[in-house]
């Protein structure tokens, strides 16, 4: 039997490749999909945390910040019509996913993100010149219809295109530009927020349209997936982006398996009806539970409320959007130590250690804020050295789900996944966070009034299942060439006994097929 949760490390396919820089250029155009769904993320606390927003927009929101300083700090935030303003996103980019999945498949992974991008923009801009909260709101809607395409197409088109033993780092790319879009919009909140006449915010929100037009503009350009265009059909031109993207002349294997592949996804008629088959199991499984407890982390309460959390424990506007700035920054450093170690330490040590991190550091922030703040959250006068720990504890937190939850969140569902159910069971991975992303930002600041610093311990109770799902269930998929991924499932001592003998019959009719195709 493999150790708890791992593979065999036997001989398995290696086809070759290199890292060219047609690839990397493509991996990285492709990764900027990424900016839209981080600016916004980086963005939508920063302008929360505004004044002159808070006074257009939400001035009871405005009163209770700026009323009597002895009412309880915890709740001057708890608006549902701000949290509306926050989540509407999530709940429009958990719909759009859905019909994503049906323009990736059909028509390719380009088109999903030149129409996330398309749509993305129209949100930037209504958001920006809005003058009602039902013009934020329908901006929030457009805005996350962009980015259920984008969240659908760009993952697949990473790993698709990455050669396997890079797929890991140039798939984090994704996440790098998810992390870098969050720091870019902490440090323009905090620029924007010192605009003279109150109007900042409108750059703040507006200012989207930047990272729309660079995904919209080079969805333009980039090469589609050779494995797309075979599910489509356009087999020489397959072949040949094939020998492009691996710098090789002789791509031969791959192709043909790649060809495999696809012959037996078309014998699938209703993909999202074979989701439910016992065989696909172990990926149904990644496919619900990871994004599900991706939320459950708390990073989200962390990212989006950056701002409103640190003004609500004491720090005053400018400061909060200064710290918001620092975990930006940490942010994107961590990723790059992801990029860096998750090809060669593997996934499920990034997952295991990042859940540990994140325990210790929610842990005390709790005890931090639990012990200044107490039940009834009157602070009274907050010492720096007390500003200095939370914000500390909080950036190793950050850095934890950085290297960790983070980047994997989005890469181990979109390579583990066979080409017949890929596009669907992808819309479900992204459905499923957005549906508990869209949740848990319904209702944080409602928690935070209500739980208080037990907030923390509530997410920090997740991290612990979180770790242990991960330990015994999750095998390691470095290494594995996507098309040749069902080998850990097989070899997995929970989830082989799901990969069944009709499962084993159709590999063997494909590689039968695949010696066929090889003959002619």
């Not at 130590?337 to 997952?351: M, P």
């Not at 499932?489 to 195709?517: C, D, I, P, Y």
Request: glycine content about 10%; charged content about 10%.
């Amino acid at each position: 039997m493999p150790a708890v949760g791992g593979i065999p490390t036997g001989p398995g396919k290696e086809y070759p490749g290199n890292l060219t820089p047609y690839v990397i250029v493509t991996c990285v155009v492709a990764a900027m999909g990424g900016l839209i769904f981080g600016y916004d993320i980086g963005i939508s606390g920063g302008v929360t945390s505004m004044d002159p927003f808070l006074l257009k927009f939400f001035p009871k929101v405005y009163r209770s910040k700026h009323g009597d300083s002895s009412t309880n700090q915890y709740c001057q935030y708890n608006s549902q019509t701000l949290t509306m303003f926050t989540s509407s996103l999530y709940l429009a980019a958990l719909l759009s996913s859905l019909v994503a999945s049906t323009v990736t498949r059909k028509f390719g992974r380009k088109p999903s993100m030149l129409l996330g991008g398309l749509l993305f923009f129209a949100g930037a801009l209504l958001n920006g010149f809005a003058q009602a909260v039902w013009m934020l709101i329908v901006g929030r809607i457009l805005l996350g219809f962009g980015i259920g395409f984008a969240n659908q197409s760009v993952p697949l088109y990473l790993s698709e295109t990455a050669p396997y033993k890079y797929r890991g780092a140039l798939n984090i790319g994704f996440q790098l530009s998810i992390t870098v879009g969050i720091l870019v919009a902490n440090v323009l909140n905090y620029f924007f927020a010192k605009i003279h006449g109150g109007w900042g915010w409108r750059l703040s929100l507006g200012g989207a349209i930047v990272p729309a037009i660079i995904l919209t503009v080079g969805s333009l350009f980039l090469p589609d997936t050779p494995n797309s265009l075979i599910e489509r059909g356009n087999m020489e031109d397959a072949r040949e982006k094939l020998k492009r993207i691996r710098g090789l002349e002789n791509v031969d294997e791959e192709f043909n398996d790649l060809v495999m592949a696809s012959e037996l996804s078309k014998q699938v008629e209703h993909p999202w009806r074979n989701l439910l088959q016992r065989k696909y199991r172990p990926h149904m499984a990644v496919a619900t539970l990871i994004p599900f407890f991706q939320q459950f982390t708390g990073i989200n309460v962390i990212m989006f409320y950056a701002p409103v959390l640190f003004n609500t424990i004491g720090f005053g506007d400018n400061a909060s959007l200064m710290s918001s700035v620092i975990t930006g920054l940490v942010n994107v450093i961590a990723t790059l130590v992801s990029i860096y170690g998750v090809d060669k330490w593997g996934r499920r040590f990034l997952f295991l250690e990042g859940g540990a991190q994140m325990l210790i550091c929610q842990i005390i922030v709790a005890a931090c804020i639990g012990a200044k703040f107490g039940i009834n959250g009157n602070p009274g006068e907050l010492p720096n050295w007390y500003a200095i720990v939370v914000v500390l504890f909080i950036c190793i937190y950050v850095a934890a789900f950085a290297w960790s939850w983070g980047p994997l969140g989005w890469l181990v569902p979109s390579e583990v996944f066979p080409l017949e159910i890929r596009s669907a069971a992808q819309s479900i991975n992204v459905s499923v966070n957005m549906v508990f992303t869209f949740l848990v930002a319904q209702i944080f600041l409602n928690m935070l009034c209500h739980l208080k610093f037990g907030l923390f311990l509530f997410f920090a109770f997740f991290v612990v299942v979180m770790t242990i799902y991960i330990y015994y269930f999750l095998p390691e998929t470095k290494n594995i060439p996507i098309e040749e991924m069902n080998q850990v499932w097989r070899s997995h001592w929970f989830w082989a006994k799901f990969m069944t003998e009709e499962f084993s019959n159709g590999n063997v009719e494909m590689l039968k097929g695949g010696q066929a195709l090889k003959n002619v």
